[in-house]
T-cell receptor, first 113, second 111 residues
Framework: DTTVKQNPRYKLARVGKPVNLICSQTMNHDTMYWYQKKPNQAPKLLLFYYDKILNREADTFEKFQSSRPNNSFCSLYIGSAGLEYSAMYLC????????????FGPGTRLTVL | GDSVTQTEGQVALSEEDFLTIHCNYSASGYPALFWYVQYPGEGPQFLFR?????EKGSSRGFEATYNKEATSFHLQKASVQESDSAVYYCALSGSFNKLTFGAGTRLAVCP
């Protein structure tokens, strides 16, 4: 099974409220990623976990948090949503061999009002 | 930093037409290059990769050749089908195997 699951598929949030998105994979991959995708833009890497080590991109460091309670699950947390957070959020996982591809989930579409 | 440029934002073709989607990259070092395809309602799917100069990657009739001198990895297919309609992303793998994507090219193939 090469499936990456994401929940929920659609999320409506109010400005200033927290948002928590969930991703799971059963491929025993050691690395999990979160990307943000806005219309007509490239998917942008927000952060990734290698095993239990979290790496956040410098320009989104303050805006997103994440946790990985076990190998299969990874969350993306927004403490206080702003309108600019409206986007598709894609989760991906990757196994260990050099140049291995990433496997993507279907995404969660977040709309902040 | 690393970057990927896809020249075409949208491409419209008829079935059996020849497809080219242009991809150029800028990176330090010697990145691996990828093509991903995304169908409606799904996440991007790996299509193929190339990891060294002059290597050809291919899958499902699509192909691209790593050109280090021209910093390019153009996607081609000799005869497209309606089922190829999707968004195609070129990407490079940099440090820590992080992917840098292009903005994507939406391909529409009419029967």
């Amino acid at each position: 099974d090469t499936t990456v699951k994401q929940n929920p598929r659609y999320k409506l949030a109010r400005v200033g409220k927290p948002v928590n998105l969930i991703c799971s994979q059963t491929m025993n991959h050691d690395t999990m990623y979160w990307y943000q995708k806005k219309p007509n833009q490239a998917p942008k890497l927000l952060l990734f976990y290698y095993d239990k080590i979290l790496n956040r991109e410098a320009d989104t460091f303050e805006k997103f948090q994440s946790s990985r309670p076990n190998n299969s699950f990874c969350s993306l947390y927004i403490g206080s949503a702003g309108l600019e957070y409206s986007a598709m959020y894609l989760c991906a996982s990757r196994g260990g061999h050099l140049y291995a591809e990433q496997f993507f989930g279907p995404g969660t579409r977040l709309t902040v009002l | 930093g690393d970057s990927v440029t896809q020249t075409e934002g949208q491409v419209a073709l008829s079935e059996e037409d020849f497809l080219t989607i242009h991809c150029n990259y800028s990176a330090s070092g010697y990145p691996a290059l990828f093509w991903y395809v995304q169908y409606p309602g799904e996440g991007p799917q790996f299509l193929f990769r190339a990891s060294r100069d002059k290597e050809k990657g291919s899958s499902r009739g699509f192909e691209a050749t790593y050109n280090k001198e021209a910093t390019s990895f153009h996607l081609q297919k000799a005869s497209v089908q309606e089922s190829d309609s999707a968004v195609y992303y070129c990407a490079l793998s940099g440090s820590f195997n992080k992917l840098t994507f292009g903005a994507g090219t939406r391909l529409a193939v009419c029967p």
